[in-house]
């Protein structure tokens, strides 16, 4: 009988030190599904464990393009189609200078089960350039986007991979990028979601995954019996297109969220975050949250440099449930102890892994009601595939029609996790009820196709 711990050590063995994030999220999903592999033999005569973390392929490219000086520069751009077993790759592409291949196959490998939790015919990529936005002039975001097309439009089509937005990729990005693959094709077809509603985007796409995170929570705190929101203090990081849904759609129910972050510090405002000036400062001016204690005067401010040693100031401050939305890896061990001390019974993960495994542990070990991102922020992608199916069928959706199949869509995920946890003998782990039920449609889709 196969050995996962022995398999792990393996990969670990041969990958680079890029890899680190890749092995994490790797290492995670191969200890859940272990016992998979104790009762039947199929998955191991079948290799699919080596077949499950060998992205079928990895594309790179150089993006060439000039700025508004006329300055040559030179970025890296990358695709990495993992697994298309249920459906045609589906992921978005992100532009930020940490951007590596470690990161995509790490944020690709979790996309293919995110995308087999929703149920719905989609596999798993992800894609992005070292490209850093910040700072750039609209017509310099259009010039990068064009080259970056050029490139990438020979390997994407909307019956073979589909990209969408991730971090330093909205609308804007995706509508330049949208207008460079139809002038190269000459072709008008749904190959990006997250496109402006006026040329084919489903409404509710931008809001879709900060909302989606707190309907996933809600059914969770109702699933593990605990009470609801209303009234409660949240924390959430991030400033971002998740964090200001999240933060929007808590608001709504009638949740206290007292902070924000982002690359720079974290917002601490105590009557709970003005939600107008956020959005007014992030996604209008595109500034630093420095600028928000300026009209709130008694919120503080706290830049990176005071950040406590190994933690990060949101973590700190005692909340009901914590909502991570920022990045990878930005809640540490230290952070987890300090949330379970603070009292918070919850943690739902809005950006892809940003707990560290230490971190995940200690919330299990505790009994946090702990969503994983790649249940929790599903509804991103969920969302992406109705617009593929409104632009398949030419349809326009209504708002409200997409937020009630995005709630019912998110309940069915939180509600699959959760019994498949049961199934397995570890209620209340939606860790490893994640990964197991990802697992079992990837795999069994996989063995069906043949080699
Ligand atoms: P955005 O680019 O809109 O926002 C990202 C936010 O996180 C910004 O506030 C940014 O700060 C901050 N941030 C980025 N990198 C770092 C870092 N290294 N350290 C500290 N803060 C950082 O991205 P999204 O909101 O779209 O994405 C956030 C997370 O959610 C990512 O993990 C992404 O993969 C995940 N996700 C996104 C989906 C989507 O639909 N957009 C779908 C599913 C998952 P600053 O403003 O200073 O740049």
Redesign the pocket.
Known sequence: MIDIKKEIKKFKNVSSSQDDVFFQAMEEVLLSIAPLFRTDDIYEKNAIIKRLVTPDRIIKFKITWLDDNNKMHVNTGFRVQFNNALGPYKG?L?F?P?VNEGILKF?AFEQVF?NALTGLPIGGAKGGSDFDP?GKSDFEIMKFCSAFMTELHKYIGPRIDIP???????GREIGYLFGEYKKITSSFEGVLT?KPFMFGGSLM?TE???YGVIYFTKTMLEMENKESLKGKICTV????????HAIEKLLELGAIPVT?????GTIYDKKGIDLELLKEL?LKK?L??KEYIKKHPKASYIPISEYPKDGHAVWFIKAYAAFP????N?LSITDAKKLIENGCICVSE?????STSKAVDLFIENKICFGP?KAA?????AV?EFEMSQNASMQKWSFEKVDEKLKITMQEICKRVALTARDYGVPGNYVDGANIAGFKRVADAMIAEGI
């Open positions: 978005g992100r930020h940490s944020l995110k910040k969408a937005g991730d971090i330093g990729v909205g997250g796409r879709a995954t900060g990081s991030g400033a971002g297109n998740v964090a200001i924000c972050t982002d690359s720079q992030k595109r630093s949250l939305c920022a990045t990878q930005e809005g950006a892809n892994m940003p991102a922020n599903a509804g991103g992608v992406s």
